[in-house]
């Protein structure tokens, strides 16, 4: 039982480049987010899902995109990188009977030049 | 709109001493949870406790305990006998009980050093 993992865990962009980060949860949960956190500003929500096929903004949406094809899997996607999105982004994923039970993955360190 | 403050950036102690890092909270809600997580230096996020808004009795869990209280909205966390592997940033985290419990609001971290 892997939990949330992430892949890739460590991705150097320039500017303008596009790219998707992807997130897996083996626990059958409904729910899944994207969070980034920078350094002083705690986490925040990026986008959300609260099942296969529907996707959800959060506080910091804007340079962003989200899919949810399949339930176990939420990808999110970068078009044009900036360097305002250098930063630690976390999956996590919770159970639909405790939304508030979440479990995150390891992160993945994202620096655009 | 929630908010969650986390007043102390930073926090040096050494060990074996007591540490306390300080949450207040805003919410409209009249039903909530709680949260405090920490993130070692390895980077990964942990889940140490979950407190419902009904329940202000004090937990305590071995060295760490957490004191809630709702009459001045703060659910602060106390380190006793801190160790140099409690270092580590530590959030606090609030969401609504019901209708989009889902959104965790984070603060924005105590980041705290035990030193030997």
């Known amino acids: 039982n892997a939990g949330v993992t992430q892949t890739p865990k460590f991705r150097v962009l320039k500017t303008g480049q596009s790219m998707t980060l992807l997130c897996a949860q083996d626990m059958n949960h409904e729910y899944m987010y994207w969070y980034r956190q920078d350094p002083g500003m705690g986490l925040r929500l990026i986008h959300y899902s609260v099942g296969e096929g529907t996707t959800a903004k959060g506080e910091v949406p804007d340079g962003y995109n989200v899919s949810r094809l399949k339930k176990q899997n939420f990808l999110l996607g970068l078009e044009s990188a900036a360097p305002s999105q250098t930063s630690v982004y976390f999956c996590?994923?919770?159970?639909?009977?405790?939304?508030?039970?979440?479990?995150f993955g390891p992160g993945t360190r994202l620096t655009v030049t | 709109a929630q908010k969650v403050t986390q007043a102390q950036t930073e926090i040096s102690v050494v060990e074996k001493e007591d540490v306390t890092l300080d949450c207040v909270y805003e919410?409209?809600?009249?039903?909530?949870?709680l949260f405090w997580y920490k993130q070692p230096p390895s980077g990964e996020l942990v889940f140490l406790i979950r407190?419902?808004?009904?329940?202000?009795q004090n937990e305590i869990s071995g060295r760490y305990s957490w004191n809630f209280q709702k009459s001045t909205s703060s659910f602060n966390f106390t380190i006793t006998a801190s160790q140099v592997v409690d270092s580590a940033v530590y959030f606090c985290a609030l969401s609504p009980r019901q209708g989009g419990s889902e959104k965790l609001v984070f603060g924005k971290g105590t980041k705290l050093t035990v030193n030997p």
């Open positions: 996590a994923s919770s159970p639909v009977t405790k939304p508030y039970e979440q479990y």
């Open positions: 919410t409209r809600d009249t039903t909530y949870y």
């Open positions: 407190r419902n808004s009904f329940d202000e």
